[in-house]
Structure formats: structure tokens, C-alpha cells
């Protein structure tokens, strides 16, 4: 997916939601291999409660998909969540093309 912000409002919103550490330390921990938010929040220290919460908003966002499993210990249901493919590239001449103050 390629990012096109088309406003500077959109460009701003799209960096400050992507300039969260904790958000990119998701992303970067299932770009490789997909994970249930638990294994997420073990790895990287952050709560269970705000790994779902990061999850559902990078979701949301078209960062990441998740995919409902069966297992055969419990939880008897998870979700796995694994990073989808994206660019955005910011320049001056992109921001140039901005007419908004």
C-alpha cells in the first residue's frame, strides 16, 4: 500500500499516528512472522490492554491484518495479527504541493 496524505492536515496525522514508538515496536514485531497479541506484549513489555488497543488502531489504519485461529490450547480462539506491506515517502517537493497553511 502506498501512502498519498493529500492535505498537510492528513500528511501531519498520518506521521504523528506512525511517530508512536510503541505502535512502529508492533509493526516491526509481526513484519516478520504473525503474532497473537499476547506473544506481542510479552516481547516488547507493553500491556496486553494496549497491545489490543495499538492492534485495533493499526488495523483500523490498513497497518496490519488480523486473522481469527483455533488452537488447541486455551485461549481456544486467537487472533494473529501480521503487518501488511506499505511505503511513505515525505520530501520538500511533496510538501511544496501542499496549499494549506
Do not use: C, W
Request: charged residues 30%; without cysteine.
Amino acid at each position: 500500500m502506498r501512502l498519498s496524505p493529500k492535505t498537510l492536515k492528513e500528511l501531519s496525522d498520518t506521521l504523528s499516528f506512525l511517530g508512536n514508538e510503541q505502535r512502529i515496536n508492533i509493526i516491526r514485531s509481526i513484519s516478520s512472522e504473525e503474532k497473537f497479541a499476547r506473544e506481542i506484549s510479552e516481547e516488547l513489555g507493553i500491556s496486553r490492554p494496549l497491545v489490543n488497543i495499538y492492534l485495533k488502531q493499526l488495523e483500523k489504519a490498513g497497518f496490519v491484518e488480523g486473522i481469527n485461529r483455533t488452537s488447541d490450547e486455551p485461549p481456544y480462539l486467537r487472533r494473529y495479527y501480521r503487518a501488511l506491506p506499505f511505503e511513505l515517502s515525505v520530501n520538500l517537493d511533496e510538501i511544496k504541493k501542499f496549499t494549506e497553511v
